[in-house]
């Protein structure tokens, strides 16, 4: 059984090239909105991810998503991604413990080393640490979220020995998946661990990503985990409208802004039409078009990835258009997840 939702990055106007731009008190509220509407279409789970720059509002997604907790009732709510390699995990644990109890028993998290790595020198991080931070953090937030109490030591954080780490959380275990790239070692880790796996797929074909997750299910089966318990779950672009020209042309615009300032940093080439037709295709990498055409895409994805647990929108490129923002919501939770699960 698959599950259907949405991860945004809290996008500004800076970020989506939106004219007459729209203040950012009034993009977070837009953001608050659209979890909402996701709560009554009736998806699953709704994400919010962490950066720290001038063009994203998600520095503190316990935040938000305690704000959205307050004013919805069945949907879970995650992060996606904590940059846990650049954070204090006793910290994080007890924000995110926090917004279990104001969610009753709705939140999750998504840990991972971060595709953005701004945080690690706001925050005083060597990068050349990017591996070993994650290891030691991710292995000091499970031990937490074992035990209240706890005696620990590392390279990166004070030693604790035996403080109490409170709130605990309503779930009687806080679920923590871990979101990954295309690293091989990271699908080992998520394998060996035991933890559910996000994978992160922003271009070319999901069915490249077989080798990686038949890795994680090897590495899981070998650690002696069973299967039911290693969960898939892929985010990925993604939008839908009544029809396919109507949802590509919505949320194009955006995306080849977003995806040519951040491409520029990173020395990648302009986004062009061709690349965005060619990645809407039946094989690629984004979720786009009519109910009809995403539920295929989906179904396809899924026999790709040999069964996939979750499936997580990236929504915020069209963010600038916030009513057909709401009408894919809708469409997504009432056309679309039924017919996947």
């Known amino acids: ?88 995990p006793v910290r994080v644990f ?63 954080r004070a030693p604790l020995r035996g403080q109490g780490i409170y709130p605990r959380p309503q779930q009687p275990v806080l679920p923590i998946w871990l979101g990954v790239g295309g690293t091989p070692q990271s699908f080992v880790r998520a394998g060996t661990l035991g933890l559910p796996l996000m994978i992160a797929i922003i271009g070319g074909e999901i069915a490249r990503f077989r080798p990686l997750v038949d890795l994680y299910r090897r590495a899981g089966a070998a650690a002696g985990h069973a299967p039911e318990t290693l969960k898939v779950g892929v985010h990925a672009l993604g939008f839908v409208a009544d029809t396919d020209g109507a949802a590509r042309d919505a949320f194009f615009p955006g995306w080849q802004y977003m995806f040519t300032k951040v491409g520029a940093e990173r020395g990648w080439p302009p986004a062009t039409r061709a690349q965005y037709d060619q990645m809407t295709g039946p094989r690629g990498a984004f979720l786009i078009g009519s109910p009809d055409t995403v539920v295929a895409q989906l179904q396809q994805a899924d026999r790709d990835l040999g069964g996939i647990d979750r499936v997580t929108f990236q929504m915020s490129s069209a963010a600038r258009d916030q009513p057909a923002m709401l009408r894919s919501i809708e469409l997504l939770g009432q056309a679309v997840r039924p017919r996947v699960r």
């Open 94 to 156: 007890q924000e995110f413990a926090t917004l279990d109890l104001i969610a009753r028993g709705r939140a999750e998290m998504v840990v991972g080393r971060g595709s953005s790595v701004e945080a690690y020198p706001l925050f005083g991080f060597d990068l050349n640490d990017y591996d070993a931070l994650f290891a030691e953090k991710l292995d000091l937030l499970l031990r937490v979220r074992e035990r209240a109490s706890i005696d620990w030591s590392g390279r990166f």
């Open 1 to 88: 059984m698959m599950d259907i939702g949405i991860d945004s990055f809290a996008a500004t106007s800076a970020a989506l090239g939106e004219e007459p731009p729209v203040g950012d008190a009034d993009r977070m509220a837009f953001l608050l909105d659209e979890i909402v509407a996701a709560d009554r279409a009736g998806l699953d789970v709704f994400g919010v991810g962490e950066h720290h720059r001038g063009d994203y509002l998600d520095s503190a997604t316990a935040v938000i998503l305690a704000a959205a907790a307050a004013r919805t009732r069945t949907i879970r709510l995650t992060s996606a991604v904590t940059v846990l390699s650049a954070a204090d």
